[in-house]
């Protein structure tokens, strides 16, 4: 393997990966903070990757699609978390599974009877429709590279957000001590319902970005969201800093594991986190 | 006395099966101190969390400020000017010492800012050393004052505080006690929860007593301590 063969595989690993830490973010937060175990989370994708496609056809400009798409699946985020996930807080995680599986076929249908059942691609907007030579024949798209910078910008402002806010204080203060929290007349509910439409909203932002270069297809949900789990168990429940760690880990493991072990590669990602829970059952980090 | 700034009547609250308060009247005027009494398990605890939102009572009513707030939320109630500093203490260990004071900090119902960051300072200078350790890291003592600090960035009419000096030495204890003094002389109310009925009576203008769920005295601090069979039966002194 060649220098500027490992450097595309190397920046196709961690573009990978920081797209699954979008959406598994959301999902440790969700999971590690509100207590709801959310099957529905690969869903979210999905509908970002197929707005992102609708959108895009009528307005010409995936910018414009990803703007509005954004604004729509956290309306969504806000409204399901009103209308269901809120009464499921104090319930089991079973009944949880149960109603998270049953949105997923909501959405899979309600996908198919508003878009189809075809396969879909979406351009990449001519801005950036071009690489960067590497060598005389390698070549990396600027596309991925610009996607890597927004995840990266978006996974600091959630820092910031979380470590720096005052809604940060109260969503960590929440996680340790619910009760508490609220007797210092913190409206615990809304900022679930924050948290609930924040995963939402980066959840179908990924599948937004991600739409050109995946293609945009039937049930791409569910692959990204059993990565995604296996995410927040490495990564440990409910911190987002073990979320982005266990990303770029499963996302060079299995870039590299395709080129290097293809024979294996589909077991990579789950001998690693086997590995990592005989060494930690907890998980990497803690929760926030 | 005038309309009661927390009041609950006829309350009625059941864990699972068991019935923990069996029909509880309990009011706490302006500027009031009230030492609520009663041995272990008699409904203290949960008297104060039935009237903090915390648990449903099936039965009865909570009213602040003369508005009914039986079914409201904790942060409402909170909101509406009621402080609480839990048994056990309740300090964020994953938030530093300074978050943990201004996480809750806000203005009081009436926009009052008596207390602020700089004043829960100067009150408890030893927090004011520690403001980037996190919550975990601190004695007894310092969280103890950390909560109550906490409170007061909420700027309460109301202080509800359940066995602030448990487990503290004696020292330690003195110094809270004294706080609370200090706390109650600026017009804030209280109600004050605590196994050390000599500093409860000492501080108190009304006493309640609890057994298994009910008032079986309310008075003066003076007349339950004549009262030797209130003290002997169910205070255990």
Not at chain 1, 161 to 169: V, Y
Not at chain 2, 61 to 67: L, Y
Not at chain 2, 150 to 173: F, K, Q, V, Y
Not at chain 2, 192 to 213: P, Q, T
Request: charged share 15%.
């Amino acid at each position: 393997m060649d220098l500027a063969f490992f450097l595309i595989q190397l920046l196709n690993g961690l573009q990978y990966g920081l797209l699954l830490f979008l959406v598994a973010s959301g999902l440790t937060l969700i999971f590690g903070i509100m207590g709801i175990i959310n099957l529905a989370h690969g869903s979210f994708y999905m509908l970002g990757a197929y707005l992102a496609w609708s959108l895009a056809s009528m307005t010409n400009s995936l910018v414009a699609a990803i703007a509005l798409g954004v604004v729509l699946t956290v309306l969504l985020g806000i409204a399901l978390e009103w209308l269901l996930i809120r009464h499921f807080y104090e319930r089991d995680h079973l009944y949880q599974v149960l109603l998270t599986y049953g949105l997923i076929l909501v959405f899979e249908e309600m996908r198919s009877v508003i878009w189809g059942d075809d396969v879909h691609g979406v351009p990449v907007p001519d801005l950036l429709a071009y690489s960067i030579p590497l060598t005389e024949n390698l070549s990396y798209p600027v596309y991925r590279l610009v996607i890597s910078a927004v995840c990266l910008l978006l996974a600091l402002a959630m820092y910031l957000l979380i470590a720096r806010t005052c809604l940060g204080m109260m969503i960590r203060a929440g996680s340790s001590n619910r009760e508490m929290a609220q007797s210092l007349g913190i409206n615990i509910k809304l900022v679930y319902m924050l948290i609930f439409a924040l995963g939402v909203a980066l959840a179908g932002f990924a599948g937004m970005i991600n739409a050109p270069l995946s293609s945009v297809f039937p049930n791409m949900g569910g692959g990204v969201l059993i990565i995604c789990f296996v995410v927040v168990v490495i990564g440990g429940i409910g911190s987002v800093k073990g979320a982005m760690v266990a990303s770029l880990l499963i996302g060079l493991a299995e870039t590299f594991g395709q080129v290097l072990v293809p024979e294996v590669a589909g077991m990579i990602v789950y001998l690693l986190m086997a590995a990592v829970l005989v060494w930690r059952p907890e998980g990497l980090f803690r929760k926030l | 006395m005038a309309e009661a700034l927390l009041a609950a009547r006829g309350l009625h609250t059941y864990y699972g099966a068991s019935h923990i308060l069996n029909g509880v009247d309990f009011a706490v005027g302006r500027g009031e101190c009230i030492g609520l009494m009663g041995r272990n398990g008699m409904g203290k605890t949960t008297l104060l969390r039935s009237m903090l939102g915390l648990v449903r009572p099936r039965q009865g009513s909570v009213e602040v400020r003369g508005r009914d707030m039986t079914r409201a939320a904790p942060h409402a109630i909170a909101r509406a000017g009621i402080a609480f500093v839990p048994e056990g203490r309740g300090i964020f260990p994953n938030l530093t010492v300074r978050e943990n004071l201004v996480m809750a900090a806000r203005p009081g119902v009436d926009g009052r800012r008596e207390w602020g960051y700089e004043r829960v300072l100067a009150t408890f200078p030893r927090l004011g050393e520690r403001l980037d350790n996190g919550g975990a890291q601190l004695s007894g003592g310092e969280q103890q004052m950390l909560t109550i600090g906490r409170a007061l960035m909420t700027n309460p009419d109301l202080l509800i505080l359940d066995e602030a000096t448990e487990g503290l030495a004696p020292l330690i204890a003195r110094e809270i006690w004294n706080i609370i003094r200090g706390i109650r002389a600026s017009g804030i109310a209280t109600v004050i929860v605590d196994k050390n009925y000599g500093a409860v009576l000492g501080l108190a203008d009304r006493c309640v007593v609890l057994v298994k769920g009910c008032v079986v005295f309310t008075g003066t601090p003076g007349q339950l301590a004549d009262n030797e069979e209130m003290m002997q039966r169910y205070l255990g002194v």
